[in-house]
């Protein structure tokens, strides 16, 4: 009888085991070396900006250029544009906000009143109730307007 230490050698027609999670193993080892090459990319760009910060700075003759009335080129106005608010309750979520896009607000976001339903996935099947901008009222085209829906049927 075999000592419990004694191996046997294969069948030829057999190929050794490998362990199950070797896949699992390189998996991880290349996800972290991709890391740590993103890491050192971010790094270095940063550290190539402070030795020349001048290079990511914008020149004076780079500034952007409008023509005003008289033909005489003006700055272009970095403010945002300021725009009338809509009165949007009532409304149709997905619509409500179409309208506020197509007036050129950028930054509108989705609340919601029901205690059921907290997060408005499909803006369709909801409908305004609140905005945080008044009707009326001046507004950055950049300001952030909250839309308080509901999704249950007004009377």
């Known amino acids: 009888m075999a000592s419990p230490t004694q191996?046997?050698?294969?069948?030829?027609?057999?190929?050794?085991?490998?362990?199950?999670?070797t896949g699992l193993i390189a998996g991880l080892i290349a996800g972290g070396l991709?890391?740590?090459?993103?890491?050192?990319?971010?790094?270095?760009?940063?550290?190539?900006?402070?030795?020349?910060?001048q290079a990511a700075a914008p020149t004076p003759a780079a500034t952007q250029f409008t023509a005003n009335a008289g033909g005489n080129p003006a700055p272009a106005s970095p403010s945002p544009s300021v725009l009338a608010?809509?009165?949007?309750?009532?409304?149709?979520?997905?619509?409500?906000?179409?309208?506020?896009?197509?007036?050129?607000?950028?930054?509108?976001?989705?609340g919601s009143q029901d205690l059921e339903d907290t997060v408005?996935?499909?803006?369709?099947?909801?409908?305004?109730?609140?905005?945080?901008?008044?009707?009326?009222?001046?507004?950055?085209?950049?300001?952030?307007?909250?839309?308080t829906c509901t999704k249950k049927k007004q009377p």
């Open 120 to 147: 408005v996935i499909i803006a369709a099947n909801w409908t305004v109730t609140k905005q945080s901008t008044p009707p009326g009222t001046q507004a950055p085209a950049d300001a952030l307007i909250v839309l």
């Open 85 to 110: 608010m809509p009165d949007v309750v009532g409304k149709n979520a997905a619509v409500a906000m179409d309208e506020l896009e197509r007036l050129g607000f950028t930054k509108i976001q989705y």
């Open 34 to 53: 991709a890391l740590v090459i993103c890491a050192a990319c971010a790094v270095a760009g940063l550290i190539s900006n402070k030795q020349n910060p």
């Open 7 to 21: 191996s046997f050698p294969l069948p030829p027609h057999q190929k050794p085991k490998r362990p199950a999670n």
